[in-house]
């Protein structure tokens, strides 16, 4: 039965109204108006199987042997009937160790689950074994762990590091090709292998002078050249995919073209999204660039509209307003004055803007971010972003897009349907249909998802109409945080490449 058909059940047997306990809803949603996932499925076609936090080669190393060190024990011990929870309990053991020792050996470390991890820093000993245990493990492995789903899990296997082992779910071997590796990386660690801890399924107890010898011995910055030759052919090699294999080649391309000797990731994504006469050496530039620059146009039109989104929130602090008002004060806070055109066509589908994605998603980013905001600044960098989404929108729409998510496309086919109406009646508009409606449709149907499911019980929506206009819900009292570009991956592919040692060096 569902919530809606329990309610419902309820509501028929009551006889006479009668007093409930407040609601326990908390506020929240981090995608205000469903813009992001579109951004996603365009880093698919730039940088597939990566993602923002496996950044670094060693710990695939690392859960690729203890799923071999798994078969070792069953072959040296001669263990019959070893179950999967028992193989997966060894391998979640080795990979916390590996998390503590490094936190220990590199205290700023990047691994992911560093605050679920400050227990141990301090304990001279810990007992992997019993519920204490079981519950860190639970937690690691959905999510604070490296091989967690949101960290290095997803990319082991679909970067070829593990294979899964038919008829064992959940339980997996490492690719045999990878055996001259892990010969080398356990012959490096040799020396510590009859601790218990890598000998035995079942509870082992660690201590914190052990983890701190075996930090130094497999430490994440201690890479291999065999280990950089192997993370290569599956990043962007010869055993990486075509798409992943041409977005590598443009990261590398970027960096040459640069011709200097450390640019930052920043101006690596700048140049990925040039036009070729902006390269030094057009010829430099692959064409699946075309894509990286639409993936940029895409975060630029999202975070245009979620800081229109968040601009119009503080503005709604003040009480409630028509979209009218709304669309006047945007325009005053640009101080635009009586120096507007008669029509929007001249104003923003029809400018001549040119130049970056990258460099007006900054600017948009750094007036959200600038304390105290400008508004004259900010209203102007949104008006920016707007105006450059309209003019790079594609000219056909991409198979994964949904009509409910606003592509860009049908964004510009609206703009065009209203690019004869005067600015503020243009705004209106744009008001209304793209953040308001939007934001109902996400917010009011997120929640009935997540009521149909029992989950979480969350007050997405910030704005609704009342007899003054707009207003904010009850218990938004603030602007909340500011919205941020989504990640791109590329932070991950650069420090990857740059382990990798693939990138031409310039300079000293």
């Not at 809606?4 to 059940?9: A, C, G, N, P, V």
């Not at 109204?17 to 579109?38: E, H, S």
């Not at 936190?103 to 019993?130: C, I, N, V, W």
């Amino acid at each position: 039965m569902s919530s809606l058909e329990e309610l419902l059940l309820e509501t028929s047997q009551q006889l006479e109204a009668r007093p409930v306990a407040a609601a326990k809803m908390g506020m929240g949603g981090v995608d205000p108006l469903g813009l992001r996932q579109i951004n996603f499925e365009l880093m698919d076609q730039v940088l597939p199987d990566l993602n923002n936090v496996a950044r670094h080669i060693r710990p695939y190393i690392v859960m690729a042997w203890a799923w071999r060190r798994v078969r070792t024990i069953v072959k040296t011990s001669g263990l019959i009937g070893a179950n999967a929870e028992q193989m997966r309990d060894f391998v979640d053991r080795i990979e916390a160790i590996y998390a503590w020792s490094q936190f220990l050996h590199q205290p700023q470390s990047d691994l992911p689950g560093r605050q679920a991890m400050q227990e141990l820093m301090t304990a001279p000993k810990y007992h992997f074994g019993g519920a204490q245990w079981a519950a860190r493990r639970d937690m690691r492995r959905e999510s604070t762990g490296i091989i967690s789903p949101l960290n290095y899990g997803p990319s082991l296997r679909t970067l070829g590091w593990l294979l899964p082992v038919e008829s064992a779910a959940g339980v997996f071997q490492p690719d045999p090709a990878l055996d001259p590796v892990l010969d080398e990386f356990e012959s490096a660690i040799r020396t510590e292998l009859a601790h218990e801890a890598f000998n035995k399924f079942g509870p082992v107890t660690v201590s914190r002078e052990d983890a701190v010898r075996w930090g130094a011995l497999w430490s994440l910055d201690d890479v291999t050249e065999v280990e950089r030759e192997v993370m290569y052919a599956r990043l962007g090699g010869d055993l990486a995919s075509s798409v992943r294999s041409r977005g590598i080649a443009l990261l590398a391309a970027a960096h040459e073209d640069w011709a200097l000797a450390k640019p930052t990731a920043d101006a690596l994504r700048t140049r990925m999204a040039d036009l070729p006469a902006a390269w030094r050496d057009p010829a430099l530039r692959p064409e699946i660039s075309n894509q990286w620059r639409e993936l940029q146009v895409r975060q630029l039109f999202r975070l245009t509209l979620e800081g229109l989104f968040y601009w119009t929130v503080g503005t709604l602090l003040g009480g409630p307003m028509t979209t009218q008002q709304i669309a006047r004060t945007f325009l005053d806070e640009l101080s635009a004055g009586t120096d507007l055109p008669i029509s929007a066509e001249n104003w923003v589908t029809g400018a001549g803007l040119v130049g970056n994605p990258v460099t007006f998603l900054r600017d948009i980013q750094t007036e959200l971010q600038r304390r105290p905001r400008d508004a004259t600044l900010l209203a102007n960098a949104l008006l920016r972003g707007l105006t450059f989404s309209m003019i790079e929108a594609p000219k056909e729409a991409h198979r994964f897009e949904s009509a409910d998510r606003l592509p860009l496309l049908r964004a510009r086919k609206d703009a065009d349907a209203w690019k004869h109406l005067p600015p503020k009646d243009f705004l209106v508009r744009l008001i209304e249909s793209w953040i308001m409606a939007q934001h109902a449709y996400w917010a009011v149907g997120r929640g009935l998802a997540d009521a149909r499911t029992r989950g979480k019980q969350i007050m997405r929506l910030r704005i609704v109409m009342d007899e003054g206009g707009w207003t904010l819900t009850p218990g938004t009292t603030t602007t909340g945080n500011p919205p941020q570009p989504t990640p791109d991956r590329l932070d991950t592919a650069y420090s990857l490449m740059a382990e990798c040692h693939r990138f031409v060096e310039i300079g000293p």
